[in-house]
T-cell receptor
Framework: NAGVTQTPKFQVLKTGQSMTLQCAQDMNHEYMSWYRQDPGMGLRLIHYSVGAGITDQGEVPNGYNVSRSTTEDFPLRLLSAAPSQTSVYFC???????????FGPGTRLTVT | GQQVMQIPQYQHVQEGEDFTTYCNSSTTLSNIQWYKQRPGGHPVFLIQLVKSGEVKKQKRLTFQFGEAKKNSSLHITATQTTDVGTYFCAGGSSNTGKLIFGQGTTLQVKP
């Protein structure tokens, strides 16, 4: 099992550009989520999904879109990048009803 | 909205000393989880506590959940250099079921 994988590892964008952060898991987990991590602020939930075709907003959803067409994949889209979106982004997954969340290695995004 | 506060933000200890980080919620939690993140790494799940007053141990780590289910602590006995990292608590909201993370405590251990 590869677990939770994320691509790319690093990305630099200019303000206004768009991009998609990829996340995939091979553990057949129903629940997937996206967090951003900023210094001194812990992890904040952006969007999450309880299964294919179902997504919902977290604490800080503005500026981000998600979709969940398959159980395995949960991409995060930035439609028009802003410097405030400079952060480290983590994808996580878990079995529905389970407590243990598995995090991916993260994507470090810089918006200039 | 619901907040989860964690203190201290940083802690430097000599190897062999004990370490404690505290987590406090503004509202009653359904559960509390603890994670460890090594420098440059990703968060790794350590444990979940669900019951009021619950205490769980993992080797040198002791986790407690308060009687009112609004606070929690992680205590490490006799720290080792392998304990270096940032420890996060994450409280499960009784209303939404979502996890709210604390800001984390970064532990440095001097050999």
């Amino acid at each position: 099992n590869a677990g939770v994988t994320q691509t790319p590892k690093f990305q630099v964008l200019k303000t206004g550009q768009s991009m998609t952060l990829q996340c995939a898991q091979d553990m057949n987990h129903e629940y997937m989520s996206w967090y951003r991590q900023d210094p001194g602020m812990g992890l904040r939930l952006i969007h999450y999904s309880v299964g294919a075709g179902i997504t919902d907003q977290g604490e800080v959803p503005n500026g981000y879109n998600v979709s969940r067409s398959t159980t395995e994949d949960f991409p995060l889209r930035l439609l028009s990048a802003a410097p405030s979106q400079t952060s480290v982004y983590f994808c996580a997954s878990r079995m529905q009803g389970a407590s243990e969340q598995y995090f991916g290695p993260g994507t470090r995004l810089t918006v200039t | 909205g619901q907040q989860v506060m964690q203190i201290p933000q940083y802690q430097h200890v000599q190897e062999g000393e004990d370490f404690t980080t505290y987590c406090n919620s503004s509202t009653t939690l359904s559960n509390i989880q603890w994670y460890k993140q090594r420098p440059g790494g990703h968060p790794v799940f350590l444990i979940q506590l669900v019951k009021s007053g619950e205490v769980k141990k993992q080797k040198r780590l002791t986790f407690q959940f308060g009687e009112a289910k609004k606070n929690s602590s992680l205590h490490i006995t006799a720290t080792q250099t392998t304990d270096v990292g940032t420890y996060f608590c994450a409280g499960g909201s009784s209303n939404t079921g979502k996890l709210i993370f604390g800001q984390g405590t970064t532990l440095q251990v001097k050999p």
